[in-house]
């Protein structure tokens, strides 16, 4: 997953370079002992703090992970406060891209939050033989909330769910995500923070 979506809705931010350029300096940690950390490289990362590069989603949590950050810290332009509740504003989150689906990360900005929020746009009209399925840990809540997608998953057949319908599942278990019809599906996704890692995610990250 790439940079933000380019669009009227949305203005084109690194804010997790600008967050981790902040948080490095104020942790006074060079960029080779992050990368040491973290297992990203050292020019990545200097091409992330200078807006040469934008870390797909979960190059995100690695970096979080290996700082023994929250993901908070880094999707937010501003520190967590504890308590405090998280509105995210129409169009306003941080924006991915990935080869099938575009997602923007909803009400990141609670401190260790053990919950991921997402709106997504399912843009594959087809399954991509050449790209693995996605896989992760913990469990997934899915809300269709335009169009029609098909759930696909290693273990049972093709699912249709409809604008309203719902389902929960083991995320462990490959799935693929499929917008049927002439519009792209548009879906609310809960899963687990905790240890995320997708593999269809483990693309390079994009130079800019």
Request: charged letters at 25%; proline letters at 4%; a neutral charge.
């Amino acid at each position: 997953m790439k940079a933000p979506v380019k669009s009227q809705n949305y203005e084109v931010v690194n804010l997790v370079g600008l967050r981790f350029r902040e948080i490095r300096k104020e942790s006074g940690w060079t960029l080779s002992e992050v990368s040491k950390r973290t297992g990203i490289s050292k020019g990545t990362l200097s091409k992330l703090e200078n807006g040469k590069t934008y870390l797909n989603f979960s190059s995100v949590n690695k970096l979080a992970n290996g700082l023994q950050l929250p993901v908070s810290d880094l999707t937010n332009p501003h520190v967590s406060v504890p308590g405090k509740r998280a509105v995210t504003r129409a169009m306003s989150g941080t924006v991915f891209e990935s080869v099938d689906m575009d997602y923007e990360v909803l009400c990141s900005d609670i401190d260790n939050a053990q919950q991921g929020f997402i709106r997504a746009v399912v843009k594959a009209k087809a399954i991509d033989v050449d790209l693995p399925w996605h896989r992760h840990k913990g469990q997934e809540f899915v809300h269709v909330l335009r169009g029609v997608l098909e759930l696909h998953s290693e273990q049972q057949p093709p699912l249709t769910l409809k604008v309203g319908d719902s389902i929960f599942f083991d995320a462990s278990v490959g799935h693929r995500y499929i917008s049927k019809g002439q519009i792209n599906a548009e879906i609310l996704i809960t899963m687990s923070l905790n240890g995320y890692e997708n593999v269809v995610d483990n693309l390079p990250e994009m130079s800019l």
